[in-house]
């Protein structure tokens, strides 16, 4: 297939473009290498690809309209991957015009070339932080979601929402993606596992918030793509089980529409996830213990019993495995 996917020098879109790759779809990439972050960590992704004879790059940022035009009238995909955000939940704290930029009018271009081009199925990705105030664990794609803690969450319900009344109104297909923690080789330099990785090689303190009480369902990787590209596969249709006196949130009878969680369903303490990370390393941590933050939540568990029904699949790669390979990666990628 000819497969556009946004966020390609990212940490989850440069690893779905190579699997895309090496399975024989052709891949426009779309990414404008924005400095939240590292560029020559996004720069060594990209070239892990770049050159391949199925993969076409286009420079360009979301919220620029007509390059986002011209790139579907010019390349016509037939399947859409939308993994480009400004991602960070503290970020948006003295950023917030970014979010709105990159994560809604940037969807809107998206969602409207899909609709002027007949693409056959849209997947984008949303987020955890979407269930905010919401206690019930595990969490389910069939509760509600109406109560964000950030504006990245809000940013992303934003586009769950926004992604229904296209998909009604335009009978776009789309498929929305709830990740939980992702971590693993060539991650983003913002997230726990390489703050913490960098700081113990230094000898430094972390700084581990909630005093490591908190439980995350981090998933690895190699598991968030496959679901990805099983999803994807999968074009969704209209619920026909479906009631709107009572809707179910994570499905739709007026739409072709679906909710995904990916998550692995084995959540793990912090404090767990710090000690498997000083094995990996060889060496303790200094820990600076601080209570929880403001627009985080205390604990996330992943119930992906759609996923497994649906595709036929469930994350399964364990958190100790996958801290082992991140920390060879970052040890070579580093030296």
Not at 33 to 48: C, G, I, P, Q, T
Not at 66 to 72: G, N, T, V
Request: aromatic content about 10%.
């Amino acid at each position: 297939m000819k497969i556009l996917v946004t966020g390609t020098a990212g940490f989850i879109g440069s690893h779905l473009c190579m699997r895309l790759l090496e399975r024989g779809d052709h891949v426009i990439g779309i990414d404008n290498l924005s400095d939240y972050y590292d560029v020559n960590l996004k720069k060594a992704r990209l070239a892990r690809f770049a050159d391949h004879p199925n993969y076409t790059h286009i420079h360009a940022d979301l919220a620029n309209r007509a390059a986002i035009e011209a790139a579907f009238a010019t390349h016509k995909p037939q399947r859409v991957v939308n993994l480009a955000a400004q991602a960070g939940v503290r970020y948006a704290a003295t950023n917030p015009h970014v979010y709105v930029d990159t994560n809604v009018v940037g969807f809107l271009h998206i969602l409207e070339g899909c609709r002027h081009h007949g693409v056959e199925h849209l997947v984008f990705a949303s987020t955890s932080s979407v269930y905010g105030a919401n206690l019930a664990m595990p969490f389910s794609e069939h509760q509600p979601t109406e109560h964000p803690l950030t504006l990245y969450a809000a940013s992303k319900k934003a586009n769950e929402q926004m992604a229904h009344s296209y998909a009604h109104l335009y009978d776009i297909p789309s498929t929305g993606l709830r990740f939980f923690t992702v971590y693993g080789p060539w991650g983003r330099p913002d997230m726990a596992l390489f703050l913490f990785t960098k700081a113990i090689l230094a000898g430094e303190p972390i700084k581990v918030f909630n005093h490591g009480k908190h439980k995350r369902s981090f998933t690895y990787i190699d598991d968030i793509v496959e679901g990805v590209i099983r999803t994807l596969d999968k074009v969704p249709g209209k619920d026909a089980n479906w009631n709107g006196r009572a809707p179910d949130p994570g499905t739709s009878g007026v739409a072709p529409y679906r909710i995904y969680n990916i998550g692995n369903e084995q959540p793990v303490e912090l404090l767990r996830y710090v000690e498997i990370l000083e094995q990996c390393l060889g060496k303790k941590a200094i820990m600076e213990m601080l209570p929880l933050q403001a627009g985080d939540v205390p604990d996330t568990e992943a119930d992906v019993s759609a996923l497994i029904e649906n595709v036929g699949y469930r994350p399964a790669v364990s958190v100790e495995e996958g801290v082992a390979n991140f920390v060879r990666w970052y040890q070579v990628y580093y030296a």
